[in-house]
């Protein structure tokens, strides 16, 4: 059985692909960042000698990580309406995304903050820095750069995993898609545009977290040399 490919019918949609795509970006950038700041407080939390608030990051982590982020996803939109809490699609979507990659990132800056030398601890210590100036000077610059590549490595999945918001009626990228697929019925079309764009992003936003992350630690570096 012969195949023939055909775009054309295709172009009438381009505009709700761009409208998908950017939606899919603003998802991935709120997803990332928040996920990455909830993630270093919680790492922070669940290294301090503070028992009940260490405990309740550990019982977030666990769940998140243990969980599908579709599960998450319903919870939110669906389960929260029961108990009175009524959400839109997007504020849904945007909650589960932080939710979800805090969870992560946190587990994977904690293995960075616990990697740390005793002694660089005990030497700020000596000198005097209270327990919040050893967390910023000392612990997690170092602490994150070693983690940075894992870390980079889920905020890219979390940008790929954006494509589940589709299923309660959120048109990104993937929601686009599947409107487009179920009005032309070019479903091997459609979808071959879609694993395209999703590969190029992929390449796209390692390539700015990498670049954004040799700065960052670059200056961080500079900055210490200096007040040495």
């Given at each position: 059985?012969?195949?023939?490919?055909q775009?054309?019918?295709?172009?009438n949609?381009?505009?709700q692909?761009?409208?998908?795509?950017?939606?899919?970006l603003?998802l991935?950038?709120?997803?990332?960042?928040?996920?990455?700041?909830?993630?270093?407080v919680?790492?922070?939390?669940?290294t301090s000698?503070?028992?009940?608030?260490?405990l309740?990051?550990?019982?977030?982590?666990e769940?998140?990580?243990?969980?599908?982020?579709?599960v998450?996803?319903?919870v939110?939109?669906?389960?929260?309406?029961?108990?009175?809490?009524?959400?839109?699609?997007?504020t849904?979507?945007?909650?589960?995304?932080?939710?979800?990659?805090?969870g992560?990132?946190?587990?994977?800056?904690?293995?960075?903050i616990?990697?740390t030398h005793r002694?660089?601890?005990e030497?700020?210590?000596?000198?005097?820095?209270?327990?919040?100036q050893?967390?910023?000077?000392?612990?997690l610059?170092?602490?994150?750069?070693?983690?940075f590549t894992?870390?980079?490595?889920?905020?890219?999945l979390?940008?790929?995993?954006?494509s589940?918001?589709?299923?309660?009626?959120?048109?990104?990228l993937?929601g686009?898609a599947?409107?487009?697929?179920?009005?032309?019925?070019?479903?091997?079309?459609?979808?071959l545009?879609?694993?395209?764009?999703?590969?190029?992003?992929?390449?796209?936003f390692r390539?700015?977290?990498n670049?954004?992350?040799?700065?960052?630690?670059?200056?961080?570096?500079?900055?210490?040399?200096?007040?040495?």
């Amino acid at each position: 059985m012969e195949y023939t490919f055909q775009f054309g019918p295709l172009l009438n949609y381009l505009q709700q692909f761009v409208s998908g795509l950017w939606l899919t970006l603003g998802l991935s950038f709120v997803g990332i960042f928040g996920g990455i700041a909830l993630g270093i407080v919680c790492a922070t939390v669940s290294t301090s000698s503070f028992v009940l608030p260490r405990l309740a990051v550990r019982i977030y982590v666990e769940t998140m990580r243990n969980t599908p982020l579709l599960v998450q996803i319903f919870v939110i939109f669906f389960g929260l309406p029961n108990i009175g809490i009524r959400l839109s699609p997007l504020t849904s979507v945007f909650i589960a995304l932080v939710l979800n990659n805090g969870g992560y990132v946190a587990e994977i800056v904690r293995g960075g903050i616990q990697a740390t030398h005793r002694s660089q601890v005990e030497a700020a210590e000596s000198l005097g820095l209270t327990y919040f100036q050893t967390l910023r000077f000392v612990i997690l610059p170092p602490a994150l750069e070693k983690v940075f590549t894992p870390v980079v490595s889920q905020c890219v999945l979390l940008m790929l995993s954006t494509s589940l918001v589709s299923a309660i009626g959120v048109e990104d990228l993937t929601g686009a898609a599947m409107i487009a697929s179920s009005e032309t019925f070019r479903t091997m079309e459609v979808y071959l545009i879609i694993a395209v764009v999703y590969v190029l992003l992929n390449f796209i936003f390692r390539a700015v977290l990498n670049m954004a992350g040799l700065m960052i630690f670059t200056r961080s570096r500079r900055r210490l040399l200096g007040r040495v």
